[in-house]
């Protein structure tokens, strides 16, 4: 049965490493993704919040440009194209819409559509859409998403999402891990809203 699959893009689809190169550049740092443990990247590296945010405003169609592709992501998602309904959902700012899709289109990433809704409360359009399950890298969207539309959701692990999780947000290491986990939900009788475990 054909399903909506609600799918986050940076982080998620992009390879979660894709902002350290911009950082280091701009603040003159040379982190790692491990020192990322938190989402905010003011509540973990000593860096004005307001300097981060318009040095992120002025360079975001840069790094949504340069951002390399998730290792795995490219084959499991074309895939699902063929299946399913591919909803990508993201917090970028509309102002970077031309430039997503010519990323999309050069990275050869099939979409049914794709939603930049400028902020990370994904809950009203995940349930705007009736996606059946959603892909994310945001601890705390994850749960939200989860927990107010009762829907699985497969949340990509990076050291700054390791806070505990409910049942039905599933974490998973790469694509796929995520695309046996998905196998599975899809041939357990997706109505019965069974959760297999990895």
């Not at 509540?43 to 992120?56: I, R, S």
């Not at 031309?98 to 979409?111: A, G, H, P, Q, Y």
């Not at 049942?167 to 297999?196: F, G, H, M, T």
């Amino acid at each position: 049965m054909k399903k909506r699959f609600g799918i986050d893009i940076d982080g998620t689809v992009t390879c979660p490493t894709s902002l350290i190169p911009h950082i280091n550049n701009a603040f003159q740092l040379n982190i790692t993704l491990d020192d990322l443990t938190e989402y905010e990247l003011t509540d973990c590296l000593p860096l004005p919040k307001e300097a981060v945010y318009e040095w992120y405003i002025k360079t975001e169609a840069d790094i949504c440009a340069q951002s390399p592709l998730a290792d795995g992501a490219k084959s499991v998602l074309t895939d699902w194209f063929q299946e399913h309904e591919l909803y990508f959902i993201s917090a970028r700012r509309h102002q970077v819409m031309d430039v997503t899709k010519s990323w999309f289109l050069e990275k050869e990433i099939d979409f049914h559509h794709i939603e930049l809704i400028g902020s990370h409360d994904k809950v009203s359009t995940a349930k705007k859409y009736h996606v059946d399950l959603f892909f994310e890298d945001k601890h705390d969207n994850a749960v939200a998403i989860s927990e107010e539309l009762d829907i699985p959701v497969i949340l990509f692990d990076t050291p700054y999402n390791r806070k505990p999780v409910p049942e039905k947000v599933i974490r998973v290491q790469n694509w796929l891990e995520a695309k046996n986990w998905v196998d599975q939900w899809l041939a357990l009788n997706n109505e019965s809203n069974i959760i297999p475990s990895l």
